[in-house]
T-cell receptor, first 116, second 116 residues
């Protein structure tokens, strides 16, 4: 049973560039959430995709955008990179939110983004 | 106000002893879920245990148990018989609401170090 996978594992970009991160959900899951984890902090919710639409969004600017494909995989795009965007980006998958343990989110290994 | 508070930035425990990691939460929603995740140095968030707000009994998963005190709004993680491999960051997280998307709000984490 394949877990959540993310690519690439590491990425180095310069300020002003654009980046795309990719995520494949755990087998059988249909919902993908993205989180940003700055060094020494807990993860912060960016947004969640279900049925190829953004279902919920955290307090992140429009520079952060995403997409979900028919096979449930997802991309996170960040435009006009800032130094403060340097972080570990975590993808999590789950079944459609239904309350209870059924919608437990399972995380991938993350993509570590460094902005110089 | 912080929704999830973890007051122990770091803790030491002797191998084979039990340890309690504290978590308090703040919500006015009667329906919520509480999660604990383990994050080793590799970065992946590993799901440990879940407690629903309407669950009558404390959750248990192997060596992990959750001491849920609803009136005090606390959800402490108890790890019995600590092992060296338990050394990691531990995060408490909350999902508020039912069928409203399942954004997780995380605490700042506790770094657990198991001594041989």
């Amino acid at each position: 049973d394949a877990g959540v996978t993310q690519s690439p594992t590491h990425l180095i970009k310069t300020r002003g560039q654009q980046v795309t991160l990719r995520c494949s959900p755990k087998s059988g899951h249909d919902t993908v959430s993205w989180y940003q984890q700055a060094l020494g902090q807990g993860p912060q919710f960016i947004f969640q995709y279900y049925e190829e639409e953004e279902r919920q969004r955290g307090n992140f600017p429009d520079r952060f955008s995403g997409h979900q494909f028919p096979n449930y995989s997802s991309e996170l795009n960040v435009n006009a990179l800032l130094l403060g965007d340097s972080a570990l980006y975590l993808c999590a998958s789950s079944l459609v939110p239904s309350g209870g343990r059924a919608d437990t989110q399972y995380f991938g290994p993350g993509t570590r983004l460094t902005v110089l | 106000a912080q929704k999830i508070t973890q007051t122990q930035p770091g803790m030491f425990v002797q191998e084979k002893e039990a340890v309690t990691l504290d978590c308090t939460y703040d919500t006015s929603d009667p329906s919520y879920g509480l999660f604990w995740y383990k994050q080793p140095s590799s970065g992946e968030m590993i799901f440990l245990i879940y407690q629903g707000s309407y669950d009558q009994q404390n959750a248990t998963e192997g060596r992990y148990s959750l001491n849920f005190q609803k009136a005090r709004k606390s959800a402490n993680l108890v790890i019995s018989a600590s092992q060296l491999g338990d050394s990691a960051m531990y995060f408490c997280a909350m999902r508020e609401g039912y069928n409203a998307g399942n954004m997780l709000t995380f605490g700042g984490g506790t770094r657990l170090m198991v001594k041989p």
